[in-house]
């Protein structure tokens, strides 16, 4: 078993339908236990590289993948989709979120008990909003619902794509304890794509990387 | 000009989330409201794009009421990109997405066509009109919806957290293009500003210092 929680090597990736490749030969290592977050032009592949990671590609979005990408000493695809050790947050958590109540929200996405779940919600300030219906929450409180739900599951490999873009400084600080707080109780590793990461914070991960220095050939 | 007046606002049967703010924006002016989260700062911008009303007080898009003024005559003066710019998309293609519903408001399809592919050219995004704007990435959206918004000429544009999807520097960018064309424009953000607006305010709790 290797020490990588992530390892891609010339990996290239395709849209069907698309005349050119995302990105080509792209190599990234992640050690266990690091918390890696990733920057890099709008539009460049961050998200796919994920979508990747996840398994999400070619599992639901059908696109050509060459290369190696092991995570966690496996190939992705061998994965089963019901117990998998990798939580994803997407872009687009407004898709993702059930309808219902905050603390319903959170028992559904991660089948903790209500106990966890009420601890969790204070931790994150987020007390009074447990009986609100989560659309009626700002996005920023949407996206601690999201990171509260992602981390219940206890994951081994946490996949962010933008966070802290909608979070206050109070809010992203929280964000950043609750992970620390995941990483101490067992190994976790953290890939979280940002534009915007705030500067006090960064104290509290391993590094950051730019998206272009992976394809350099 | 847009004028808010003693505005105020709650959500059906919620608590009172905007509480009596009052706020001036002139043309080519650019006005920055920071605020954290939950403080009010979308529901702001949504009452200044008259996309909701004050359930007290007024806002004045160019000395026209937002409860009075049907949406499509609204258009011509203020558009709003949102925190979520996919929930805005309607086209199948960014041609589509282009020219949906602009005769409505009474322009022409070929000059707000032309005047789209110019700002999105502008703004770095190069794909071809035929592309579904679903397969974009976010960030690409949210200039995509831009072009959109501009390429109908209002004379307001509001930004509803526009760190999200795009990096300080295309921002700058993408805000040092809409100033020297004379839009007004509104930011409304949970970080500290990367560039000097000409009026930086704090919202906090639904009130404006
Ligand atoms: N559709 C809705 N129904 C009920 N309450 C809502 C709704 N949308 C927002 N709210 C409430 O209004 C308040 C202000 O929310 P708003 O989205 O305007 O904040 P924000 O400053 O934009 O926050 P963020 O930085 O997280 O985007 C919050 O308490 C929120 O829960
Ligand atoms: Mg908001």
Same mark, same amino acid.
């Given at each position: ?43 460049? +592949? *961050?998200? #796919? /590289?994920?979508?990747?990671? %996840?398994?999400?590609?070619? !599992?639901?979005?059908?696109?050509? &993948? ?73 996005? +920023? *409180?949407? #996206? /601690?619902?999201?990171?509260? %739900?992602?981390?219940?599951? !206890?994951?081994?490999?946490?996949? &962010? ?57 | ?209």
């Amino acid at each position: 078993m290797s020490e990588l929680a992530i390892l891609a090597h010339h990996l290239t990736v395709q849209y069907p339908e698309s005349p050119h490749p995302v990105f080509q030969n792209l190599s990234l290592e992640v050690s266990l236990g690091e918390f890696v977050v990733l920057h890099g032009p709008t539009g460049c +592949g *961050k998200t #796919t /590289l994920l979508y990747c990671i %996840a398994g999400i590609i070619p !599992k639901i979005v059908p696109a050509r &993948i060459e290369g190696t990408l092991q995570v966690l000493g496996n190939d992705v695809r061998s994965f089963p989709p019901s117990s998998s050790p990798i939580a994803f947050i997407p872009q687009r958590i407004d898709a993702a979120l059930p309808l219902t109540s905050t603390t319903a929200n959170l028992c559904l996405l991660s089948g903790a008990s209500l106990s966890e779940v009420d601890q969790i919600l204070k931790q994150l300030g987020l007390g009074a909003s447990a009986a609100l219906e989560v659309w009626k929450l700002s996005r +920023g *409180k949407q #996206t /601690l619902v999201a990171l509260a %739900a992602a981390l219940l599951r !206890k994951p081994r490999l946490l996949l &962010i794509d933008e966070a802290f873009s909608n979070l206050d400084l109070q809010s992203g600080r929280l964000a950043l304890q609750l992970i620390e707080q995941a990483r101490r109780q067992n190994t976790l590793t953290v890939l979280a794509v940002e534009h915007w990461f705030p500067k006090q914070l960064t104290n509290m991960i391993s590094r950051t990387l730019d998206f272009r220095s992976l394809v350099r050939s | 000009m847009i004028e808010a007046q003693s505005v105020w606002f709650s959500y059906a049967g919620g608590p009172t989330v905007i509480r009596g703010v009052s706020l001036s924006v002139s043309p080519s002016e650019l006005v920055y409201i920071e605020g954290p989260n939950a403080s009010g700062k979308t529901t702001l911008l949504k009452l200044l794009a008259g996309v909701y009303k004050p359930l007290r007080g007024r806002v004045l898009v160019d000395g026209l009421d937002t409860r009075k003024t049907p949406p499509h005559i609204l258009a011509r003066h203020v558009a709003m990109v949102f925190q979520d710019p996919g929930t805005q998309l309607v086209g199948r293609t960014l041609e589509e997405e282009a020219v949906f519903g602009v005769t409505i408001i009474g322009l022409d399809e070929g000059s707000v066509r032309k005047r789209f592919v110019k700002y999105l050219r502008t703004f770095g995004v190069l794909h071809p009109l035929s592309t579904p704007p679903r397969r974009l990435s976010l960030g690409e959206q949210r200039l995509v919806v831009l072009a959109a918004c501009l390429a109908r000429q209002p004379r307001f544009i509001l930004l509803d957290e526009p760190f999200f999807g795009l990096d300080a520097e295309t921002l700058t960018s993408v805000v040092q293009v809409l100033s020297s064309q004379g839009y007004g424009i509104v930011i409304a953000s949970c970080h500290y500003p990367p560039f000097s607006p000409n009026k930086h305010l704090h919202l906090t709790d639904g009130k404006l210092q």
